[in-house]
């Protein structure tokens, strides 16, 4: 079942209707919004699908669907901000409850679902430079909502079938696509751990699985930065995702001018474009 | 004739009696598992935070009739989730499997489908503490005056019978 199909199951029946006879092939994220249209994020672009006006109702069903009516169980990730279910991260907005509540939502007023994609090939154009670059560090870089997640798993496929040993530490579980069983193919070489935290994850990864290449999907807090100089130490190589357009952008930005300072990463992938109109630049990095 | 319509008339009331004294029976063995499952409901939210499919799969696999039979068919409802909210599958499985119970414990029972899956795990161990109070009193109580209860059902029973029989005959 591809992402598209299981983010339709996690719609009210009156939305799904509606969807499943569209193509989603070209289709970004759902958007539901309390009292408005529900929406499609085509090629960066939003476009309502449907004129019935969204209910808070619907959105606390979806969330109830995503979360098998037990919010108790994901309340970490729905600290964060989000709810993963197979794959589907829905970015989940409110108001929310005093923090010391578990950190739940009051009032729901806004959801957005990201579809996961498999798109083969993509990685074609850059795969020397990152299997040359296996035992460094490479950083793939776009805005959120770039492709980073889609380029990543791509990348991990095509290294790993070409032999590279490759963990994993899929917090949110959009790198496999499922909450566990058959998800997108991730390659014949790697090992992949759900249900922690990536930071946590990568340093138990390196410990056990004797990787040659540690992939995580957003290197974005401290104790990112700092699993990451962990496993740059130990000699294993690191393939990771960050929040910035290019290089330049990521240092203003204070963890991140520390990470390129500490010389682990020494390329970077540049992801432009929107929609299937990607375009992949490779950059070296001096530290 | 007059006698066995006489007789029909004691019989027919003496089932009655005995009907009632079954049905506060059932009443209470209700109770009693309710009460039970919702205490390893409680139990098991507390200590692993399991999600409600698992715990009601669990529920429905390691308790008592009556409450093996509501989970069950809560659980078979799961699958209609999103079309319709948990606390109205909730409320649906407890109108069909424990109509035993009196309209009171059933609405209190009902309304713990509101608070599950939705609020912070202490507030739904609260929300489950205050429903088995509520039938733990009602199983209490009911225990206590069960034995005078069906000795007066029998003999109410039995009375009307008897005063209908010399009536008729």
């Known amino acids: 079942m591809d992402g598209w199909t299981r983010a339709l199951r996690l719609l009210p029946e009156a939305y799904r209707i509606k969807l499943e006879q569209a193509d989603g092939s070209a289709v970004e994220e759902i958007r539901l919004r309390s009292h408005r249209q529900p929406t499609l994020l085509i090629c960066g672009k939003e476009q ?13 069903l979806v969330l109830e669907k995503a979360s098998g009516a037990s919010l108790h169980a994901v309340a970490d990730m729905l600290k964060e901000g ?55 560090g490479t950083l793939l870089l776009s805005p959120p909502g770039g492709g980073k997640t889609t380029l990543l798993r791509e990348c991990v496929r095509c290294l790993s079938d070409g032999g590279v040993r490759i963990s994993v530490a899929d ?49 974005s807090s401290p104790r990112d930065l700092e699993a990451v100089r962990q496993i740059a130490g130990c000699g294993v190589g690191i ?23 500490s010389g682990i990463f020494s390329l970077a992938v540049c992801i432009q474009g929107q929609g299937s109109e990607r375009r992949y630049t490779l950059q070296r990095l001096e530290t | 004739m007059k006698l066995s319509g006489a007789l029909l008339i004691l019989l027919g009331s003496l089932l009655t009696g005995r009907q009632y004294a079954l049905s506060r029976r059932r009443e209470l063995r209700s109770l009693t598992a309710l009460c039970a499952a919702l205490e390893r409901m409680e139990r098991e939210l507390s200590a692993r935070a399991l999600p409600l499919p698992e715990l009601i799969a669990l529920l429905a696999r390691e308790t008592a009739a009556p409450a093996t039979a509501f989970f ?12 319709r909210s948990f606390r109205a599958l909730w409320q649906d499985a407890a109108q069909l499997a424990l109509s035993m119970l ?9 309304e713990l489908g509101a608070a599950l899956g939705r609020y912070p795990l202490e507030q739904q161990t609260a929300a489950i503490r205050r429903c088995r109070d509520r039938l733990t009193a009602r199983r209490d109580a009911l225990a206590h005056s069960l034995k005078d209860d069906l000795r007066l059902g029998w003999g109410l029973s039995a009375s009307l019978g008897f005063l209908l029989w010399i009536l008729l005959i």
């Open chain 1, 239 to 261: 393939l990771a995702t960050a929040h910035a357009s290019d290089p330049a952008e990521m240092q203003r930005r204070p963890l991140y001018r520390e990470l390129l300072s």
């Open chain 2, 102 to 110: 009196s309209s009171r414990e059933r609405d209190a029972f009902c």
């Open chain 2, 72 to 83: 069950t068919l809560l659980y078979e409802r799961l699958s209609s989730l999103g079309e």
């Open chain 1, 48 to 60: 309502a699908f449907s004129d019935r006006l969204c209910r808070e109702e619907d959105l606390q």
């Open chain 1, 171 to 219: 917090e949110r579980r959009e790198l496999l696509g499922s909450d566990g069983g058959e998800g997108f193919d991730l390659g014949c070489h790697t090992d992949l751990l759900l249900g922690c935290g990536k930071a946590e994850g990568s340093i138990r990864l390196l410990r056990s699985m004797n990787p040659q290449l540690i992939a995580m999907d957003e290197v």
């Open chain 1, 82 to 136: 989000y709810l993963s279910v197979n794959g589907v991260r829905i970015g989940v907005c409110g108001t929310l409850l005093p923090s010391d509540t578990g950190g739940g939502f009051r009032r729901v007023s806004s959801l957005c679902m990201r579809i996961p994609r498999e798109c083969r090939g993509i990685a074609r154009g850059i795969l020397p430079a990152l299997r040359e670059n296996s035992r460094g």
